[in-house]
Each structure stands twice: as C-alpha cells, then as structure tokens.
C-alpha cells in the first residue's frame, strides 16, 4: 500500500468528494420534496379557495332583472277631483318609479361619470377599478379607501342583499364575490339600458328620497326630466354617502363632490368646455335652499286622511284577510293610488272658518300635558306626568287651578317650576330625552260633511289648532260625546211616526215630567208651554214630549233605531229613559250620518272616504264605488221629519241663522253645563255635523266665546251647498196638509180654534195619508163668566164675558212651584165647580163644537151684545 502524502491527500479529496456528492443529493431530495409539498399545498389552498367560492356562488341566489326591479314606493292620495292631496311614505319606500326614457342624458351621464365610468363597456365587473382600487390600497398603507363596484353590482347590494345583516368580514367578503358573480350573471339577461334605469330608481339621494324622481321633486320642486345639468350634477354627487353629500344640511361637501361629478364629464367628453364652465357658475344651491323652505310646512296628515288610513287599513284586514303588518306595508310602501271622498277645497275652507279666532270671539285657552323623567342622587329614576303636575298645583294653590291657561306661556311658567321642585327634592336631573310638553287649543271641535246621495265623506276635521303630528286624536272619528238633544228626533220622535202611528199633529202637554224616582225633568228654559203639537215639540227642543213619546213607544224601539240608524256606541248604560234627552254617547261621524238617512228618503247609504285603490300597476285592489244602501224609515217619516226640523230654522231654536237660499233642516243640542255642543243638518245635497267642547269635559263657557258652533256650521252648509240643487224636497203623494187645531191636534172647530182668546190657534199640518184626524177640536169651548167675581157665570149673573178657553186639567201640577203657559188661558171641571155664588143661578155649561151647529156655533150673538167679548191676543211661543 501506498502510504504517501500524495496518495494519502487524494484519499481524502476523495472522501471528500463523495460526502459532497451525498449531501448534494439529499438537499436536491428535500428541495424537491420542498416543491412538491408547496406545489401540492398551492394546489390544495387553490382547490379549497376555489371549492369555498364555488360554494359561496352556488349559494347565491338566482336573478333576473325582476330582482332588482324596485318594488317599495310612496303611495299617493287623491281627492274627489283627482288632485294629489297627500304622499304616504314608510322607510324605504319614497319613491316615484320613472322609466329610462324619462331621465334625461345629463342625469345618466353624471351617474356613469361619477360612479362607473366604464359601465358602458364592462361585463358587470370592471377588472380596470378592481386593479387600480387594489393599488392605490397597497400604496397608501393597505388603507383600501378607493371602491370599484360597478353600477350594476351596486344594483344588486341595493335590492338583493341586507347589508345590516354582515356582522363580520367572512360575511362582507360572501357577499362581494356572490356580488360580482350575480352581476354577470345580470349582465347576460339585462341589458345596460334596464340596469340603469332600475338603479336610478333604486339609489338613496337623501331626506328620505329614492330614487331619482323623488329626489327631483324634494330639492329642485320639478320633474326629472326638466332637470339642468347643474342639477343633475347635485343629485349625482349625493349617492356616495347620502347623509355628508345632502345639498341642504352640507351644501359645501356636495358643491366638492358635484365639480368631481362636471369634471369627470368634461374628460369623458358627455359634456362641452361650455357647458362645463356655465355650470360652474350656476348657484344652484340657492334654489335649493328657497325650494325647501317653500316645502318645510308640517309634514302631518289631515285629520281627513288619519281617517282614511283608519279605514283602508281596517278594510284591508276584513276583506282581503291580510294581517296589520301586510296592511302597513301595502299602504304605506305599496306605491298605491287611493282615490279619496275629500274635498280638498272645502276641507281647508272649513278649516279656516274653524281655526280663525274671530269664530270664537277671539278668545283662546291651553290644557297642557306633560312628562318627564328624573334620575335622583342615589340612581332611582322617577316619572312625572301632568296628573303629578296637578297634583302638586293644587296643594300648592288650592283645589281650584287647572291644568287649562289662557296662554302658553302662562302654562309653561308652571311646568317649569314643577320641574325646579322636583329637581330640588330630589337632587337629581332630568334624563336626557324625557321631556315632553305639548298645549291643546281650547275649546276644541270636530265637522264632518258627507255627500248625501253618494255618502261620500267630503270634510272630517278632527280638531282645532295646529296639527303638528299624524294619527293622533280624531275628535271627528273617535270621540264620543253626549249627544244632547240632537239625538231627539232618532230615538224619539221618528221612531214613534214610523211605528207608533204618531203624526206632527199629536198633541202633548208640556208639564214637568217626574221619573220613577220622583225626580222632575226640566226643559232649558225652565218654561212650560202646556198642549204644544210634536212639530213645536221638535223645533223648540222640549225635554218633556221627548221623554214621553220614548216611554210610549218603548226604550228597546228608540235603542233599535238607533242602532238602525248607524250609532255603534251604545252601552248598557244607555237603555233608559234619558236618553231621549241626549244621555248617550255618539261620534260626530255616526251622528252625521244618522241624519243622512232623513235627507234620504229613510234610506242609510254606508259612509265611505275613498272610492277605489289601486296598487303600483294600476290594478284595483279595493272597490268602493257602489253604495250600500239600507232602509231604515218610511220615505214619508224622512220626509215628515225634514219638514218639521225645517222649522227650526224658521221659528225654533236656530231660528234667524242666515243659511242663503238653501233649503235646510237641523237639530241643535246642548249637554248639561254647556259641556257639549252641536248641531247636525242637511240639504238636499250634504249634511253637516259640528260638535264644540272640551276634551276634558270642563264647561263651555257660553259667556266668553258665544256660540262658535252656529256661526261655523253655517258657513260651511252654505259654502258645501254651492253650485248645487237645494231646493226643498218634493213631497211624497201619500202625504196631504191638513188644518188642525194647535192645542187638540184634531179638526178645527170654526168659530173656537181661531177665536182663542190668545189668537188664532190653527195651523196647516202633514199627515201621512190615513193618519189625519177625522174628529173636531173637543177642547176649545166657549166659556161664559161673570165679570162682577171672574168666575164661571150662572144664568143669573147681570154681566158676563165669553172666552173662548181649552179645557185642561192641571189639578197635579203645583201651579205655585211651575209656570204653564197655556194655564192661564184654560178652563177645568174644577173651575166650573167653582162658579160665581153671588148671583145664584144655574152654571151655565161651556159648551162644544159639534159639525151639527151652525157656522156661529160656540157664539150666543145675543149675549155677546150685553156682554164685554174677550180680546184677540197674539200667539205665544
């Protein structure tokens, strides 16, 4: 062996070499295992990343242009001359569709300039934005600031997906690439004309508005065709962020935005250099501001449409099915055309009237309420209310102080001492959006006008002062009140014609009427005018013919009419006898119409406020325009009881009120205390109900603010009667006028009935053919007395006078405690039993008409020779 350096060095080179050669295969070994677990790790991640996505796609939901088809809108109220009257808007739903032809160039420019420069040329994703977005994020710090959804991808985060729900960024990110993948799926069965026109009807431009019309019609007060390209500008700067880009509250922000949006345009070459530096020079925002302030009026409902809402609602629940939810949903984000019954220039006519303070004397007063709450030293956190507020004035001012005050400042000076007390006791402070403090008006009303033939409700005012909220307290609709004794004629008198056989002839006799309890029942007046016919019972309101014509035809009759007539208010309570006198509780809207069916001929035609509604398509979804009619009285008890409350206006207790040339019959009532007052009347074309009082029943002060209800009604009936046919109504052929005596209601007794000596006491009255008297006045009688002693004469008496008299019987009635008018001019048995015993003698007799006498029967021409004849007085009321 070779043990020498040579052979020893390369030994070992070679050793070397080979443990080189070895170390070089392993590390090529790990490398290429290192490629392959990177490669197979690339290609596992690809197919997981790629397996997620497809799952995320495959979880996307399918689409077609109807997906992104708007379907919430405002819905739009109409009155009866199809004038747009209201706008009845939910979140999410103001908006006015318009199509693509409808929105001009300069509006879709600016939009495509601003948001999706390349909308016109991409597939529904724009890979140009996604690069430059993901650039300029990387170079600014991985703040990715820069967005590139495009305007159809935009469309479908708008209408397909809620964003609220993204709680996290797995969330955002499944619903980016089910985005992207949705807007080429879009992309293939839309084209760009509809993606952009449902876009533009979709987008938030603020205050509420979607949509492009919308936004039109709040900031420039015109349609979106009509816009400038300054305007259009403005509008296209808002999209972006709705709440920083508003061209009212940040004008600034959107002035910037609005030159990005002209500027962008001018590169695209959608607009000229000209066109460019007009625009720049328009001060548009000056229109704005002036269009907002000509549109910032109170955004509350009428009391009209709080009641149609009521009503569509309520109809959409009973006869569709539909739940409350749906129904709010239909009304206010259906996009519906409600065709109302309102008369919008009579419903602000009769508003004026109302609210105008010379109607009440020019007085005023305040009822406040209150609440708020109070957290105290130690946490607790209490609340106060106006009923703590009372109580704390009346133990500081005594029992006397009310929470009503001639002014609101006078009103307010109390709450804010109350709030100083409680803050004080309690060392604490108010929660931070607790207060609340609101003034009614007083004295508050309510009117209501509907058509008669149709029913159509034409006015429903709620109540007076300014109505600063929507569905609040409809006094017109909701309010139940005493009726007083405008419930009269419904629950007495023409149930009673109707049924009972009673005629406007029938006589009473008006004398205090006790209850069973012994109680007495007074007329208003405090007068009683004795054998009164019901048509004077009717027209001059008296307490006692009511109550005994209810006790004569039954409480159940009365309460059933009423029912029939349409009144749903009724309690057990009410069926008693005082009813007849107004004790129950109605609504101006039932009580007026109630009175609909005397103008129309006994018949009660259903009240309604609109007449058809149709969805967003124009389809009719609800129909209201047939009537519902129900026979409720005979045509000639309607007839016969619009005769005689005629007569209230010509001699009863709305006697003198200048009403025009119309025809018109009503009712006036009053509660006890003047708590309520009303009055309920028709023409042949509408009837009119008002109601004046206090919401907290507190007396009506008659001598401060007069009688407003009287001055108001009339207007209103008058102006409601223009240009129509009020005539006074034909009368029915079965009906016949017949001459009566006042005091029988019989026949005339000739030569008595208009020889009384208070005057003449015949009258020409209605009858119902079959129902006239056939018999003679049998209590007019000639009545002989002495004038030496006044009493009834003998045949020896030298000198006499003769009267002629009726004979009544008053031997119950305390004379001394009660005034009868017609007592004075009466005879009875008693007075003929008291006869003259200076001059002894035989009585001589009153005596009677009979047709067998002669035409001078009732007068002995002799006698009335030798005797003084009595004076011809005049008629009393």
């Known amino acids: 062996m070779d043990f020498s350096n040579n052979n020893i060095k390369k030994a070992r080179q070679d050793l070397s070499s080979s443990k080189k050669k070895v170390t070089s295969k392993i590390l090529v070994n790990v490398f290429k295992a290192f490629i392959v677990l990177v490669v197979f790790a690339a290609v596992t991640m690809s197919s997981m990343v790629f397996g997620a996505i497809n799952g995320i796609i495959k979880t996307a939901p399918k689409i077609t242009i109807n997906d992104v088809t708007p379907s919430q809108y405002k819905t739009i109220v109409y009155d009866c001359n199809n004038v747009e009257t209201e706008t009845l808007v939910a979140s999410g739903a103001n908006r006015i569709y318009v199509t693509y032809d409808e929105i001009p160039d300069n509006l879709k420019n600016a939009f495509i300039a601003i948001e999706d420069e390349r909308f016109l040329s991409h597939n529904g994703i724009d890979a140009k934005g996604i690069i430059r977005a993901a650039y300029i994020g990387i170079t600014n710090n991985l703040r990715f600031t820069q967005g590139a959804s495009t305007i159809t991808q935009q469309l479908i985060k708008n209408s397909v997906f809620s964003v609220e729900n993204e709680n996290s960024l797995s969330d955002r990110l499944k619903r980016k690439i089910q985005e992207q993948y949705l807007a080429l799926k879009l992309e293939e069965v839309a084209d760009k004309s509809q993606i952009l026109e449902n876009y533009l009807n979709t987008i938030n431009l603020g205050n509420n508005n979607l949509g492009v019309q919308s936004a039109s019609l709040n900031y420039f007060n015109k349609d979106v065709s009509e816009l400038t390209l300054s305007e259009c500008a403005v509008i296209a700067a808002i999209t972006q962020n709705p709440s920083k880009y508003n061209p009212i ?10 030159k990005l949006v002209l500027d962008n345009m001018l590169k695209n070459n959608m607009i000229s250099q000209a066109q460019y530096d007009e625009t720049l020079n328009d001060d548009v925002y000056s229109r704005i501001a002036n269009n907002n302030t000509s549109n910032s009026s109170s955004t509350a409902y009428s009391y009209y449409t709080d009641a149609l809402i009521q009503q569509i609602m309520e109809d959409l629940m009973t006869t569709k099915g539909y739940t409350y939810t749906q129904a709010y949903n239909l009304v206010y984000r259906g996009g519906l055309s409600i065709y109302s019954c309102e008369d919008s220039e009579l419903q602000k006519y009769a508003e004026a009237i109302l609210n105008n303070p010379n109607s009440w004397n020019g007085y005023e007063e305040y009822t406040v309420t209150c609440r708020f709450r109070v957290k105290d030293e130690d946490g607790n956190v209490g609340n106060y209310t106006e009923s703590t507020l009372l109580k704390y004035l009346q133990s500081k001012y005594g029992s006397n102080i009310s929470l009503t005050f001639q002014t609101t400042e006078e009103a307010d000076k109390y709450v804010q001492e109350y709030k100083e007390y409680i803050l004080g006791q309690t060392h604490g402070e108010i929660v931070k959006g607790s207060e609340s403090t609101t003034y009614t008006v007083g004295p508050q009303a309510s009117l209501v006008v509907i058509e008669n033939n149709t029913g159509e409700v034409k006015v429903i005012i709620g109540g007076r002062g300014n109505k600063t909220e929507s569905l609040i307290l409809n006094r017109a609709t909701s309010s139940a009140r005493q009726a007083g004794s405008s419930i009269k004629p419904l629950v007495a008198y023409a149930p009673a014609i109707d049924t009972a056989g009673y005629t406007l002839g029938k006589i009473y006799d008006d004398i205090p009427f006790y209850y069973s309890t012994g109680q007495v029942v007074r007329n208003n007046d405090d007068i009683y005018k004795g054998y009164i016919t019901l048509r004077q019972s009717i027209s001059e309101s008296r307490n006692t013919p009511a109550l005994n014509t209810l006790n004569d035809i039954g409480i159940t009759t009365g309460i059933n009419y009423l029912k029939n007539f349409g009144i749903t208010t009724l309690t057990d309570k009410d069926y008693y006898l005082p009813i007849a006198l107004g004790s129950c509780s109605v609504t101006n809207m039932e009580l007026t119409t109630a009175y609909t069916v005397l103008a129309n001929n006994g018949e009660l035609i259903t009240p309604k406020l609109y007449t058809k509604i149709l969805d967003h398509d124009g389809n009719v979804i609800l129909d209201n325009t047939e009537t519902a009619k129900t026979q409720v009285l005979k045509e000639s008890t309607a007839w016969l009881m619009g005769n005689v409350l005629h007569n209230v206006l010509l001699d009863g207790t709305l006697h003198g009120l200048n009403v025009g040339d119309n025809y018109i019959s009503a009712k006036s009532g009053t509660t006890q205390s003047d708590r309520d007052k009303w009055i309920v009347g028709y023409s042949k074309s509408v009837t009119v109900g008002i109601w004046v009082g206090n919401d907290n029943n507190r007396e009506f002060k008659t001598e401060q603010y007069g009688t407003p209800h009287v001055g108001i009604w009339a207007e209103v009936i008058k102006k409601a009667c223009e240009g129509k046919d009020n005539s ?51 209590i007019h009688q000639k009545v002989t007395y002495c004038k030496d002693t006044g009493k009834v004469a003998t045949d020896e008496c030298p000198n006499t006078t003769t009267k002629i008299q009726i004979y009544k019987d008053l031997s119950k009635v305390d004379l001394s405690t009660y005034t009868i008018q017609d007592a004075r001019y009466s005879f009875s048995s008693k007075t003929i039993d008291d006869h003259c015993l200076k001059h002894k003698g035989n009585v001589i007799n009153p005596s009677k008409y009979t047709a067998k006498l002669p035409e001078n029967a009732g007068f002995n021409n002799e006698k009335e020779s030798e005797s003084e004849s009595s004076t011809t007085g005049t008629e009393e009321d």
Do not use: M, W
């Open 249 to 258: 509250r940040h004008a600034e922000y959107n002035a910037e935005r609005r």
């Open 728 to 778: 006074a109504p034909e009368r029915p052929d079965n009906i016949i006028p017949v001459q009566i005596c006042k005091d029988s209601g019989l026949l005339v007794a000739e030569g008595l009935c208009d020889h009384d000596e208070r005057g003449n006491r015949t009258t020409t009255e209605y009858f119902v053919k079959g129902t006239e008297p056939t018999d003679y006045c049998n």
